[in-house]
């Protein structure tokens, strides 16, 4: 399913975790409605700036994937509105001037971005 021009609902529900564990990563429609405005809001204008594909390390999690992964009890991941990209120079500095987010979080290697 396409949730926006260049982002489908299948990249944002892949895990490597989920498949390991046997772990089948079920969204409910406000999840994907969140997820659609999170790729509408965040990461279209991330890669109309920056003119290339952006890889999605972690999107939505459900409640046995997050746990499996070690997220927070209340992750954003869980409700379709968080997203995990890899960490390129000029992502964290795009997104803070011009994204509104309720969470951006430089982990290292990767940007955490929730809605």
């Known amino acids: 399913m396409q949730l926006t ?11 490597e975790t989920a498949t390991k564990k046997g ?10 409605n ?8 965040v990461l279209e204008p991330l890669r109309a700036h920056f ?24 992750s954003y991941h869980t409700k379709g ?3 995990d990209i890899p960490f390129v120079p000029g992502y964290y500095a795009f997104l803070r001037d011009n994204v509104k987010t309720t969470e951006l979080i430089n982990e290292g290697t990767w940007l955490h971005v929730a809605l």
């Open 81 to 83: 509105r968080a997203v």
């Open 34 to 41: 969140n997820l659609q405005k999170l790729c509408q809001k």
């Open 23 to 32: 772990i089948e990563n079920r969204i409910n429609a406000e999840e994907v």
């Open 5 to 15: 021009e260049h982002f489908t609902l299948e990249e944002m529900l892949r895990s």
């Open 51 to 74: 003119g290339k594909p952006i890889r999605i390390n972690s999107g939505f999690r459900c409640k046995a994937l997050n746990d499996a992964v070690g997220g927070a009890k209340n």
